[in-house]
């Protein structure tokens, strides 16, 4: 992709980054038609979830997310991985223990694992894009 012209390069990584923003948004409009379709604003419990799930990362990790793929010997990288595991699990578990309390119906806990796994490929995809080297914003 080096051979490339600038205006060629800069015109894939504005499709990249108007991808991500179409997941992100799909994401958000599933996790909220769960609610609204259902008449039942109990699974946006897994929106505090989605918040805290970025935190370790910002706080413990900075930049260097090359070390959440690799085993590490520093215990803050290892505390990183732990508590966003355990938002991850969090996320997917808030919805099921909804489903069988019968607080939500099986819609709205296929929406809402359907907004889960769109939001995770997102951030896998912002993870691939952000480690390319030719990437850059300005």
């Known amino acids: 992709m080096a051979n490339l012209p600038g205006h060629v390069l800069a015109c894939l990584h504005t499709g990249k980054l108007a991808f991500l923003a179409i997941l992100v948004s799909g994401g958000i409009v599933l996790q909220i038609l769960a609610c609204a379709?259902?008449?039942?604003?109990?699974?946006?419990?897994?929106?505090?979830?989605?918040?805290?799930?970025?935190?370790?990362?910002?706080?413990?990790?900075?930049?260097?997310?090359?070390?959440?793929?690799?085993?590490?010997?520093?215990?803050?990288?290892?505390?990183?991985?732990?508590?966003?595991?355990?938002?991850?699990?969090?996320?997917?578990?808030?919805?099921?223990?909804?489903?069988?309390?019968?607080?939500?119906?099986w819609g709205a806990l296929a929406m809402e694992l359907s907004s889960f796994f769109i939001f995770v490929v997102a951030i896998m995809c912002y993870l691939q894009m952000n480690s390319e080297d030719d990437y850059t914003m300005f």
Do not use: Q, R
């Open 37 to 105: 379709l259902f008449k039942n604003w109990w699974p946006m419990l897994t929106v505090i979830m989605y918040v805290l799930l970025p935190m370790p990362l910002l706080f413990f990790a900075g930049s260097d997310t090359s070390s959440l793929f690799t085993e590490s010997a520093n215990s803050w990288v290892d505390a990183t991985k732990f508590l966003t595991g355990a938002s991850a699990v969090g996320s997917i578990a808030i919805p099921a223990i909804l489903k069988h309390a019968g607080v939500i119906c």
